[in-house]
């Protein structure tokens, strides 16, 4: 039986660009394409008892290689973090597949 060589480990050297910023999102909307996702980040505030607002300040594309990695960390991270502070309740609108996320 022959052994699989496994590949040799890399250096990773991460850096923030000059233009980096944090930013903080309440919105997020998702769009797809045969080629990418794209994610526009906005905040949302509610204006009146019948109006919400949303101010969208990034969009950012990812391949669909990169948008089922983020999707498998995301999913990691969310069951550490409610394993640590409790589940997250979503209310029912925000359950649908195919629903926005705001």
């Known amino acids: 039986m022959s052994q699989i060589k496994q590949p040799e ?6 850096s923030n660009a000059e233009d980096y910023r944090n930013s903080y999102a309440n919105s997020v909307q998702v769009r797809m394409s045969v080629w990418d996702f794209f994610m526009v980040f906005g905040t949302m505030q509610q204006t009146s008892k019948e109006e919400v607002m949303v101010e969208n300040f990034q969009g950012i594309y990812l391949s669909p290689q ?11 991270n969310i ?17 649908q597949p195919n629903g926005p996320v705001h």
């Open 9 to 14: 480990p890399h250096t990773v050297t991460v």
């Open 79 to 95: 069951a550490q973090y409610e394993q640590t502070f409790g589940e997250i309740a979503l209310e029912p609108q925000y359950m």
């Open 66 to 76: 990169q948008a089922k990695a983020l999707a498998n960390v995301l999913g990691h």
